[in-house]
């Protein structure tokens, strides 16, 4: 019987979720996650965050365990900073469904459960300056998503005029980011 390995991650802003790539150009350009910690062999992130979002990325050896995750419709949450104050009318629109650009299609999104933050979530830093309220307002939302559509949420909100400004995932299913700093990593039974 195979003895499967999980990890919890914060994976931090720049970085690519994936373990690395052999194209040497690419490389010495980007980040990858084994730069971030010594992984077993077999490891692979569950779901992706892109390039410019940070925060709670699975990392397991279990590929049914991956592909359970992906597919089972569990609940993903997400602080999204954006740029403006969206009325409850287009808070509204996202929390119904709304129509975003999907491989050249259009394609709506599952309803979803949006919250307005009243204040600033306790977040570190990020290590790239974000353009703050000086410049117009910005809102906190908290996104609560049962799918993971290619750069979803930062379309949702986009669909609304209210750009992502940063994005932060800090729940898959029950699994919590809590006190983790970006590129910190602990291990976890392989519950959900």
Not at 29 to 35: A, V
Request: proline share 5%; charged share 30%; with cysteine.
């Amino acid at each position: 019987m195979t003895t499967h390995r999980h990890y919890l991650l914060y994976k931090p802003y720049g970085y690519i979720s994936q373990l690395g790539s052999n194209d040497l150009r690419q490389r010495r350009k980007k980040k990858f996650l084994d730069e971030l910690y010594s992984w077993p062999e077999g490891i692979m992130p569950i779901g992706r965050l892109d390039e410019k979002s940070e925060g709670l990325l699975l990392m397991t050896t279990d590929g049914k365990l991956s592909d359970l995750i992906n597919r089972s419709g569990i609940k993903k949450e997400y602080y999204a900073l954006v740029d403006g104050d969206p009325s409850e009318a287009e808070l509204d629109q996202l929390r119904e469904g709304i129509k975003i650009g999907l491989n050249g299609a259009k394609y709506e999104t599952k309803p979803a459960r949006i919250q307005r933050l009243e204040t600033s979530p306790n977040l570190p830093e990020r290590a790239k300056k974000i353009r703050d309220a000086r410049h117009g307002p910005v809102t906190w939302l908290s996104i609560t998503i049962e799918e993971g559509k290619f750069r979803q949420v930062r379309k949702m909100t986009s669909a609304i005029n209210c750009p992502t400004l940063r994005l932060v995932r800090v729940r898959v299913g029950n699994l919590k980011l809590g006190d983790l700093q970006p590129g910190a990593v602990i291990e976890w039974d392989g519950e959900v």
